[in-house]
């Protein structure tokens, strides 16, 4: 499965601030911090606000903070927010492979896609903390 761009970026925002939970962050660092376009980052992450994966606050003092525990916070509770992870683009070619229009690769391909989706829905942003 291949990300989209704005899948990629929420979870190069979500992994940065799981670093520190207790902070909010502002729009403006992330942007900075993560070279990311700042109208775009602000744009994705209302996206992500809607969803109560963050949460954000106004004023001096405010900014972006997780919505929840990084251990309730799935890989995949990020993809299906900017991604149909079923309805994917055959690997091979830019179609869509099915069961009905089958790729040559496509029964090859089913173990190795359970274990990504497997990865997906197991994986949390808890599981990205790095330890110092």
Known sequence: ???NKTTKYAIKVLEFMVQDTQQKYSATTL???LNIPYKYL????TILEKHDILKSSKGKYGGFSLGKEPSSIRLIDIIVVFDDPYNKVCVISDDKCNF???CTLHDKWQ????????FYTTTTLADMIIIS
């Not at 602000?42 to 992450?45: G, I, L």
């Open 31 to 33: 942007s900075q911090e």
């Open 1 to 3: 499965m291949s990300l």
């Open 111 to 118: 173990k190795p896609k359970c274990f990504v989706d497997d």
């Open 100 to 102: 009905k229009n089958k």
């Open 42 to 45: 602000t744009k994705f992450m």
